[in-house]
């Protein structure tokens, strides 16, 4: 059971790495967009924080995905996950990535059939997008659980890294449902700490607190 935090916000990831709660990070094009940053001095700089799991992905064609995965490995070492898109040249440079000992994340992942695909291709993490799939008028949470299922049914090593997280309660339900992996924005992370109760319990433990040192004092 592994907490992922999406994001390429560099300060948010040394703030709860240091928590000893985050197992690794995923990225992708539109966050790295969002940094402003070279996608390469991020990805430096998580590596610095002591992040061992780094999601990188990788665009374009075959050829340009084989060598510039290739490249990121070389480059990050074991940190390095190279991420590719479920698509037939994506599978393909899945398996010419992993047949070479690299890691490799399947993203964009939709359905159960695209899941076994990418296992197939040598995928350690698929990436089913939890979220998306709910904005279409299906279940998330269903295709997490789907995967696991046929997963577990032919004994692969490929672990299900769930994505599109948006809230709290989904956290837990896929955990339920057997993805080993969850990732998340921090403000997701963040909300997993709050309860209204814990709150609540808080305030009266030290109200009563205050009432014990009060009569201390008396």
């Known amino acids: 059971m592994k907490i992922f935090l999406d994001t390429a916000d560099t300060a948010a990831i040394d703030k709860h790495f240091k928590t000893g709660l985050i197992d690794g990070i995923t990225t992708n094009p539109t966050l790295i967009m969002k940094s402003g940053r070279d996608p390469e001095d991020v990805y430096k700089e998580i ?118 997280v948006r809230n709290v309660r989904d956290v837990g339900r896929l955990f339920e449902h057997g993805a080993e992996i969850v990732t998340m924005p921090p403000k997701v992370f963040e909300g997993m700490y709050k309860h209204i109760l814990t709150d609540k319990g808080l305030e009266l433990f030290d109200a009563d607190w205050a009432s014990v040192k009060e009569g201390q004092n008396m």
């Open 47 to 164: 590596v610095d924080i002591g992040v061992k799991d780094i999601s990188m992905e990788v665009v374009g064609g075959f050829e340009e995905m084989v060598k510039e995965g290739r490249r990121l490995s070389d480059k990050f070492g074991e940190v390095c996950t190279v991420k590719v898109p479920c698509t037939p040249e994506g599978l393909f440079v899945c398996h010419e990535l992993s047949r070479h000992g690299i890691r490799v994340n399947v993203t964009l992942i939709f359905s159960q059939t695209q899941a076994i695909l990418a296992s197939k291709a040598g995928a350690k993490y698929v990436s089913p997008f939890v979220g998306r799939v709910d904005d279409n008028s299906f279940g998330g949470i269903c295709l997490v659980k789907d995967i696991v299922k046929v997963f577990k049914e032919h004994f692969t090593t490929t672990n299900v890294l769930a994505a599109s």
